[in-house]
Nanobody, 115 residues
């Protein structure tokens, strides 16, 4: 089992910044991918960004150039630095980790961007 604890969500004005953190504990060895997804009201959950154990990253087109994902392997923690936030970035942000055989979700943290 892997436990995920997210932090850093909140309310911010458009153009502002937030930093999300997600710390993995428990049987967190052999985590291959750590990432962030988001879900806006009435919409499906979508990938925001993910980072592999070798440092490779993927970003959704909507956040490229504005969001940066990073990872501290020693702490089993993944970060999402969000800048130039837009109202359409509003949603619940979920941390996700994948191991070779399974995956886990965090409880979600609310991000609200006001116009």
């Amino acid at each position: 089992q892997v436990q995920l604890v997210e932090s850093g969500g909140g309310l911010v004005q458009a153009g502002g910044s937030l930093r999300l953190s997600c710390a993995a504990s428990g049987s967190s060895f052999s985590i291959v991918v750590m990432g962030w997804y988001r879900q806006a009201p009435g919409k499906q959950r979508e990938l925001v960004a993910r980072i592999y154990s070798d440092g490779n990253t993927n970003y959704a087109d909507a956040v490229k150039g504005r969001f940066t994902i990073s990872r501290d392997n020693a702490k089993n923690t993944v970060y999402l630095q969000m800048s130039s936030l837009k109202p359409e970035d509003t949603g619940v942000y979920y941390c996700n980790v994948l191991r070779a055989s399974d995956g886990y979700w965090g409880q979600g943290t609310q991000v609200t961007v006001s116009s």
